[in-house]
């Protein structure tokens, strides 16, 4: 089953590259669409035949792949990363969907590109093989690199290049930590290693390893930096997997290796750690106020949205990880739907400056409703998922200190002025410029992207509950594992 | 007086290859205006002396000449892998040697020579086997890179190679006389069990290691030793500048596991210090001195250098975990590099020579397959999976890191991340820039075909690493 879920999108990537070049332009758009949603179909069953009432790893596969060093092809998934997989796939459609006109030079590499990275991505949350989830997560950052490189806009070399390297470094000392912990254990079995005693030396130096390859994904302040110009530069499409998805394997990482396989090291750290996330979201907060270009807006209140996430971690209480899955879910909904907004606008105006807008919603009412819809939710209005996951984590934080929960509090302000300071100057008003009068409203493909995308944060928003019914054995067992020491 | 016939078995596919590169040079004599004549005979012969080699392999270590000479598993795996890489530089060099005029007779005699050389390192127990290898092969090299006699760079390419190459020969020398002095022998194993039973002189035999390594960081090229090979690989015709990147490096592997691993394995405790220096130096120096070139192959050439850096992290960790690791890494490299310089073969053409970085400007767009067969090799570079070249990184790093070299863990990949910049580079300029060269990009079948499986295999192997490892791991365990 998870075997599908990952090698049926990257064999429809290469089906779409075979396609050859933009003179079949419709048949790869239309194969990878079929592709797309293929995938999403069999990610499917993963939920439906989801087994609520455990803890334990589901719809296990394991082989034997490299004898040399106990490698195994071992997947699974549990209450934390099975959504995951079904946010991915569902992403993926959106994507392609996104990209259908819009691309016009080589069609089949940006859709290929496109599948093969979500096939890549599922494997990255359903692997349990230290190196087997290594390989998926390095593989990931090749599509995405040329995505920014090859279709990305001015400047798009130099934010493809600090994108790759800013992520290797730090996957890297990940993988230097893998290994010790192969020597340590004799496996790369990441279920073992989350049973292995280590000292509590080792384990904060595991912890700094793994937090340089995971702080760089989620991205926490401050090795942020990639984050606004890899999303500046890249197509509309490649933003919206990076901050619906790449962003989440960052903070999925501490869940399914930090916390786990270095619970001392992790308490350790926790006041390092909420420290950092507090300083995203307050400071992030601020600097998201102040943006010119909305993409890069959007960016920074992603960060700061993230901080959120890693915040929820590290106080360990089940309402402040629930709260970050959560958080990570819907903000996978709502920055995707932001960004798809935003390329909506950039399609027909080809400017991302807030300042050549004003008035849209008078030539674009529908339009208008669902960029509104979404800036709501981005600033945290209850009814939408954006408010369950903030909220949540902001009780979790309270019962663990008043100052942070207060300091956290902080972004139902600040997100909302920035997001809806924006929207206002964007969409209200009289109508700004010659562009802006000529511009016209979506087409039915925009309105079922958007419209897919409302129906989910709606949903989570009303009732919550389909979601963190799944997590919550996982979450539970989870915590109690980190509250017992290793040493 | 009783001369005994030594057994020639073992040593069968020496022999083989070189009454072939004989046959070779003569029949290139007649064959008039025809040089595929010669070219298919080297070919033939590549393909007889692998059916020997397997043929005559037995599993098991058999010595011969009085124990000069050993034909073990690891040997037996080597041969064969320098075969396929000396038939794969062929067929790639055949279209820009004949352009440029140098698809003549003694460059496959000096090519079936040189491999000679590399069959004999590979093969030698004794001292002085190691050295006649080594010299066979280091004299062919220096008359092929000057091949092109109307090149004033790649007579000054051979030139100094040549200089450099007999001080390190020097070196090398000095260190055995220093090593026979003290323990009385001179074949590989009998110097172990000397040193193992506490005889000779320790001084000596550390002076002697001094030498002989710093002979050894010479031939593989590693700093503080590797000024050569910029200039080498810059000034010599790319055909065989890709055979000096290819095969002998298989040979220089070999060559430093019998002086080490075989020959002075109770000694582990100075050598390993010493090639931690050279190893960490290599990576730094070569990975960042790369970043600063503008020619392709002198970048790959500064490449090279840290590859043999990471090498080392292998056989530094002495065992043979690491031995195999770094035998793995060695035919990895070796199968990237084939491919890297193949591409620039295919990118030259009549009175143009690719070796620019700017010449691989759009070559997505000019032949999306090529492209993306280099875009395999860079990141097998640099190490990303899913290719081979990142397992062949996790080798090396875990032997270190089993060796308790945490920290030499560290500075590698962080060295490597310096490393992955100038391979993203060839990428960017691939599938990032608008080309500036329209020519249509002509290459024969048999080389396009191989191009192909060189990329296609840097994946496949990526994908499925165990066979080839397993192998290496094998012979490591069956020969040391």
Request: net charge neutral; proline share 3%.
């Amino acid at each position: 089953m998870l075997s599908w879920v990952i090698w049926l999108p990257i064999m429809a990537g290469v089906a779409v590259l075979a396609t050859g070049d933009d003179r079949n332009a419709k048949l790869a758009r239309i194969l990878a669409l079929v592709g797309a949603v293929a995938g999403f179909l069999v990610s499917i069953p993963l939920y439906t035949g989801f087994n609520l009432m455990t803890a334990d790893m589901q719809f296990v596969e394991m082989a034997p792949w490299i004898e040399t060093f106990k490698v195994n092809y071992h997947l699974g998934v549990d209450g934390i990363s099975v959504l995951f997989i079904l946010l991915t796939s569902f992403t993926t459609v959106l994507v392609v969907l996104a990209g259908w006109k819009v691309i016009e030079k080589r069609v089949a590499q940006y859709m290929a590109a496109f599948l093969i990275m979500s096939g890549l991505m599922n494997g990255v949350f359903a692997a349990l093989d230290g190196i087997l989830f290594y390989v998926f997560w390095e593989a990931m950052l090749i599509p995405m690199f040329l995505i920014i490189g090859v279709w990305g806009g001015q400047n798009r070399v130099y934010a493809a290049l600090k994108f790759f390297l800013y992520t290797l470094t730090g996957s890297l000392l990940m993988l230097v930590a893998l290994i010790y912990l192969y020597n340590k254990s004799g496996s790369f079995d990441i279920l073992v290693w989350h049973m292995l005693p280590l000292s509590l030396s080792e384990q904060v130096l595991l912890f700094i390893a793994f937090f340089t390859a995971f702080a760089v994904k989620v991205p926490m302040w401050p090795v942020h930096t990639w984050l606004p110009d890899a999303h500046v530069e890249a197509p509309t499409g490649g933003s919206v997997v990076l901050a619906a998805i790449m962003l989440k394997v960052g903070a999925y990482g501490f869940l399914r290796f930090s916390l786990p396989i270095a619970p001392d090291g992790s308490h350790a750290m926790a006041g390092f750690m909420i420290t950092l996330s507090l300083i995203a979201v307050v400071y992030i907060g601020l600097v998201a106020l102040v943006q010119a270009d909305m993409k890069k807006l959007i960016a920074y209140s992603s960060i700061s949205h993230m901080g959120f996430v890693t915040l929820g971690i590290f106080i360990f209480n089940a309402y402040g990880m629930e709260g970050a899955l959560v958080q990570m879910i819907s903000h996978g909904f709502i920055s995707g739907a932001l960004f798809l907004c935003v390329g909506v606008l950039y399609d027909r105006m080809h400017s991302r400056q807030i300042a050549d807008y004003g008035g849209v919603v008078n030539k674009m009412p529908v339009f208008a409703a669902f960029f509104m819809l979404f800036a709501m939710a981005n600033s945290g209005l209850p009814g939408t998922s954006g408010f369950v996951g903030e909220f949540m984590v902001i009780m979790g934080t309270i019962k663990v200190s008043f100052f942070y929960a207060f300091l956290a509090a902080t972004t139902l302000i600040f997100g909302a002025a920035y997001t809806l300071w924006m929207f206002k100057r964007v969409v209200f008003g009289a109508v700004a410029n010659d562009h802006v009068a000529q511009l016209t409203d979506i087409n039915a493909r925009e309105i079922v992207v958007l419209g897919l995308l409302a129906v989910a944060v709606l949903g989570m928003g009303i009732y919550p509950l389909p979601f963190t019914e799944v997590m919550h054995h996982s979450v539970n067992n989870l915590l109690s594992h980190v509250a017992q020491t290793k040493l | 007086m009783v001369f005994a016939m030594p057994n020639l078995t073992p040593a069968l596919p020496e022999i083989f290859v070189l009454t072939m590169a004989s046959v070779v040079l003569m029949a290139d004599l007649f064959s008039g205006k025809n040089r595929f004549v010669a070219y298919m005979l080297t070919q033939v012969t590549l393909l007889g002396a692998a059916w020997l080699t397997v043929g005559t392999s037995s599993g098991e270590i058999a010595h011969t000449f009085s124990g000069m000479f050993v034909d073990d598993v690891m040997s037996d795996v080597l041969k064969l892998m320098t075969y396929i890489a000396v038939s794969a530089m062929l067929v790639y060099s055949r279209g820009y040697m004949q352009l440029r005029g140098l698809f003549r007779g003694e460059f496959f005699a000096l090519v079936l020579f040189a491999m000679l050389g590399m069959m004999v390192m590979i093969s030698a127990n004794h001292f002085l086997t190691l050295y006649m290898g080594l010299e066979i092969l280091s004299l062919c090299l220096y008359s092929l890179v000057a091949l092109q006699r109307n090149s004033s760079q790649a007579s000054e390419a051979a030139m100094k190679y040549f200089v450099l190459g007999a001080l390190a020969s020097g070196l090398l020398l000095y260190g055995m006389s220093m090593i026979y002095g003290a323990t009385g022998h001179l074949e590989l194993d009998k110097v172990a069990t000397a040193i193992q039973h506490g005889e000779g002189n320790r001084t000596i035999l550390t002076f002697g290691l001094v030498f002989l390594v710093a002979g050894l960081a010479f031939k593989l090229g590693v700093v503080p030793f590797h000024m050569w090979i910029p200039d080498v690989y810059q000034g010599a015709p790319t055909a065989v500048t890709m055979f000096i990147g290819s095969a002998p490096k298989i040979a220089a592997f070999a060559f430093v596991l019998r002086l080490l691993a075989q020959g002075l394995p109770t000694l582990v405790q100075d050598w390993q210090g010493m090639l931690i220096i050279l190893a960490l130096l290599s990576m730094a120096i070569g990975n960042i001195t790369a970043i600063a070139q503008t020619n392709l192959k002198r970048m790959l050439a500064y490449s090279t250098i840290s590859h043999m850096g990471f090498l080392l992290l292998g056989v530094l960790s002495g065992n043979n975990g690491g031995y195999g690791a770094s035998m793995f890494y060695v035919l990895v490299y070796v199968m990237m590099s084939l491919g890297a310089f193949g591409m620039i073969m295919l990118l030259s053409r009549q009175g143009f020579e690719a070796e620019k970085l700017e010449d691989f400007k759009g070559l997505s767009q000019r032949s999306p397959w090529h492209a993306f067969v280099m875009l395999l090799l860079m990141f097998s570079m640099a190490g990303v999976p899913p290719t081979v070249g990142f397992y062949a990184k996790l080798s090396v790093l875990n032997a270190a890191l089993s060796a308790g070299f945490v920290w030499l863990a560290v500075a590698a990949v962080l060295l490597s991340v310096i490393g992955a910049f100038y391979y993203l580079r060839i990428i960017k300029l691939m599938y990032f820039d608008a080309p500036q060269d329209e020519n249509r990009i002509q290459a024969q079948p048999d080389m396009n075909l191989l191009l192909s499986m060189n990329g296609l295999g840097v994946l496949a192997l990526g994908i499925l690493p165990q066979p080839l490892m397993a192998l290496c791991i094998y012979s490591i365990q069956h020969s040391l």
